[in-house]
T-cell receptor
Framework: NAGVTQTPKFQVLKTGQSMTLQCAQD?????MSWYRQDPGMGLRLIHY???????DQGEVPNGYNVSRSTTEDFPLRLLSAAPSQTSVYFC???????????????FGPGTRLLVL | QKEVEQDPGPLSVPEGAIVSLNCTYS??????FMWYRQYSRKGPELLMY????GNKEDGRFTAQVDKSSKYISLFIRDSQPSDSATYLC??????????????FGSGTRLSIRP
């Protein structure tokens, strides 16, 4: 099992550009999520999905879109990049949405994004 | 005020020392408490989780929850240089979507000196 994979590892964007961060998992997990990690702020939830075709907003969704057409993939789209979106982005997955309560949530290696 | 507070460190201790990492929280609804370890430029990995109050031990690691004080701790015995990492506390309440309600601390950077 590759677990949770993310591409690219590092990306530099100019303000106003758009891009898609890719996330895939091969564990047949229903629940997938995107976090951003900023110094002193901890991990903050951007969007999540409890299954294919179902997504919802987390704590900091503005400026980001997601879709979940398959169980395996959960891409995160930045519509018009802003310097405030400079961060490290982590994708995570778990068997169900009970992760944290009774199940483990597995994280990908992260994508470092710099917006100039 | 943040729901979960965690001292960012850095914390530097000699090899073999006992390490104590702590978090405080304000939401009394939290029932599940987790500790994640994050190596530099890697994703977090779950170390331990506990339910409600009490202690849980796993090898050199002990997690402790005191709900009356809203205080959780992670103890590392016989610390090793390989324990050098950032440790994140996290917590949630049981619901249909507990995962979407996990609140993370900002992390404590720990360095074990050989």
């Amino acid at each position: 099992n590759a677990g949770v994979t993310q591409t690219p590892k590092f990306q530099v964007l100019k303000t106003g550009q758009s891009m898609t961060l890719q996330c895939a998992q091969d564990m047949n997990h229903e629940y997938m999520s995107w976090y951003r990690q900023d110094p002193g702020m901890g991990l903050r939830l951007i969007h999540y999905s409890v299954g294919a075709g179902i997504t919802d907003q987390g704590e900091v969704p503005n400026g980001y879109n997601v879709s979940r057409s398959t169980t395996e993939d959960f891409p995160l789209r930045l519509l018009s990049a802003a310097p405030s979106q400079t961060s490290v982005y982590f994708c995570a997955s778990s068997f169900s949405s009970l992760a944290g309560a009774t199940e483990t949530q597995y994280f990908g290696p992260g994508t470092r994004l710099l917006v100039l | 005020q943040k729901e979960v507070e965690q001292d960012p460190g850095p914390l530097s201790v000699p090899e073999g020392a006992i390490v104590s990492l702590n978090c405080t929280y304000s939401n009394s609804a939290f029932q599940y408490f987790m500790w994640y370890r994050q190596y530099s430029r890697k994703g977090p990995e779950l170390l331990m989780y506990t339910y409600s109050s009490g202690n849980k031990e796993d090898g050199r690691f002990t997690a402790q929850v005191d709900k009356s004080s809203k205080y959780i701790s992670l103890f590392i015995r016989d610390s090793q240089p390989s324990d050098s990492a950032t440790y994140l506390c996290a917590m949630t309440r049981l619901s249909y979507s507990s995962a979407s309600k996990i609140i993370f601390g900002s992390g404590t950077r720990l360095s074990i000196r050989p």
